[in-house]
């Protein structure tokens, strides 16, 4: 059974940091894609930040510069790094992993996963 369980949300004043985290049981995110995204009520999800199965890194324009997405592999371990936070950066954020290798051209979209974690709440304020 495969969870992915987040941690690490809050509230922040804009310029302030929050660092996400993802914890995987019954997975290994070694060799598959992982990713974060982010989602606004009444918007679609959008994906944010992505390594893929050769480590490789991806960001979206929006965050490009301000998160960094990291992988302790010891402990499972999925991070989000995020920086110099601005209000429109509010929306709950989801983790996610695939269920197999794929290349960074896929790592930014939903397609390419298949478990989610719960969603951590970030208001920038």
């Known amino acids: 059974h495969v969870q992915l369980v987040e941690s690490g949300g809050g509230s922040v004043q804009a310029g302030g940091s929050l660092r996400l985290s993802c914890a995987a049981s019954?997975?290994?995110?070694?060799?598959?894609?992982m990713g974060w995204f982010r989602q606004v009520p009444g918007q679609e999800r959008e994906g944010i930040a992505g390594?893929?199965?050769?480590?490789?890194?991806r960001y979206s324009d929006s965050v490009l510069g301000r998160f960094t997405a990291s992988a302790d592999h010891v402990t499972n371990t999925l991070y989000l790094e995020m920086d110099d936070l601005k209000p429109e950066d509010t929306a709950m954020y989801y983790c996610?992993?695939?269920?197999?290798?794929?290349?960074?051209?896929?790592?930014?979209?939903?397609?390419?996963?298949?478990?989610w974690g719960q969603g951590s709440q970030v208001t920038v304020s």
């Open positions: 996610a992993g695939a269920s197999r290798a794929c290349g960074s051209r896929y790592v930014l979209s939903e397609s390419a996963y298949k478990y």
């Open positions: 019954g997975y290994t995110y070694s060799s598959y894609c």
């Open positions: 390594v893929d199965s050769d480590g490789r890194k």
